[in-house]
């Protein structure tokens, strides 16, 4: 004898629904009604529901579990709703499937590789554009902060700020002077193989005068600054977020912006045109040895071509930019250490972003700068 089809209909009796079940309810007979099913389930939301099972001639688990997802459709049913009509297997199998009604997660499809780079991209561009809403109103809390602690010099933090001066500035001095000091040297030295060429190697002491007093000598300190004391910025109020430091100063009634960041970012800025003027000087004097150990230009020379070649406002381009430069390495490694969550991912993932955006900074702004200066010829 054919097995019969699973098949189902629908009474209404004193206002509760029933379900009247019968035939085969195994999982191959399943396709036909499960799409009438779920409309059902759909539909019967917030009524009572008896489902009738004495017609049901053969069950599986995937019967059962359809049975069962149909009839905790909805979660309000009361104590009127029940399964009437079954025989102890099959309530026996009812009961068991009852608790994994959970749907199994699906991986979703691969989508197209296009459409996904464009999903990522604009994902990217809105974060980019809230993350530069939040930063500009962390500026704007520091911008509002340093006139109110300005005006009442006993609120600021000078132990704090000087501790920081040695630490972001004193203490960078042999690496910036070191690295700025090579950098000069190689400057000179690929352009003195190139100026041979024609017969022009004297010009290569306007090449490095030019090149470290404008660019190279305060991007190279901002550059190792950014990587230096940023990212030790962002670590040590990260740290102190995690603690839980940095909400015991607000209960204490203090300003994290003032205790914290404020000392950060007078040192910073004080320290940086320092570095910049060390990094300058160190690199022509770098560009000075090479110039005179492999072109044989004098010392003396080297400087009175210098004196008449470079004019001064070189120099006052670079030193204007160290400043500038100082205070968003600054707000950037402060506002990245406010935002670490409470983990050490985060906070490894905080000061990562920190260099990133710091030197992406410094570099949008020095171009900036560069055509800034180039259009009104200085």
Not at 62 to 76: D, N
Not at 118 to 142: K, N, P, Q, T, W
Not at 143 to 160: E, F
Not at 179 to 190: C, D, E
Request: glycine share 8%.
């Amino acid at each position: 004898m054919a097995d019969s089809p699973a098949y189902f209909d629908i009474d209404l009796d004193n206002g509760v629904l029933k379900l009247n079940a019968g035939g085969d309810w195994r999982a191959r007979f399943l396709k036909a009604i499960d799409s009438r099913l779920r409309d059902f389930a759909d539909d019967s939301v917030g009524r009572d529901l008896i489902i009738d099972m004495s017609k049901v001639e053969y069950l599986d688990t995937a019967g059962a579990m359809v049975l069962q997802r149909t009839f905790h459709a909805c979660e309000q049913r009361s104590a009127a709703s029940k399964f009437v009509g079954a025989n102890e297997a099959q309530r026996s199998l009812l009961e068991q499937v009852e608790h994994h009604l959970a749907p199994c997660f699906v991986a979703p499809s691969r989508p197209n590789a296009f459409v996904a780079m464009l999903d990522r991209l604009g994902a990217g561009v809105s974060e980019a554009y809230f993350v530069a809403i939040a930063i500009l109103s962390f500026i704007g809390e520091i911008l509002v902060a340093i006139p109110r602690v300005l005006t009442r010099p006993a609120r600021v933090r000078w132990t704090s700020t000087f501790h920081h001066m040695e630490e972001a500035g004193v203490d960078a001095m042999p690496i910036v002077g070191l690295m700025s000091f090579l950098i000069g040297a190689v400057i000179a030295f690929m352009g003195a193989k190139i100026l041979q060429l024609f017969n022009a190697e004297i010009l290569t002491v306007q090449l490095v005068g030019i090149s470290v007093l404008r660019e190279f000598g305060v991007l190279l300190a901002a550059i190792l600054i950014a990587g230096r004391s940023g990212s030790a910025f962002t670590a040590q109020i990260g740290s102190m977020k995690i603690r839980e430091e940095i909400d015991a100063l607000r209960v204490l009634g203090l300003d994290p912006i003032e205790v914290l960041v404020l000392p950060r970012v007078f040192a910073l800025v004080i320290m940086l045109p320092v570095l910049a003027f060390m990094s300058s000087m160190l690199g022509i004097i770098g560009g000075l040895i090479v110039a005179w150990t492999a072109m044989d230009i004098p010392p003396a020379l080297f400087v009175s071509q210098f004196e008449e070649a470079i004019a001064m406002s070189n120099f006052w381009v670079g030193l204007i930019k160290a400043p500038f430069f100082a205070f968003v390495i600054a707000v950037i490694g402060c506002f990245q250490g406010m935002e670490v969550e409470g983990s050490a991912e985060s906070l490894g993932q905080r000061t990562t972003l920190s260099v990133v955006q710091s030197l992406f900074l410094v570099i949008l702004i020095d171009a900036f700068f560069a055509m800034f200066f180039l259009e009104i010829d200085f």
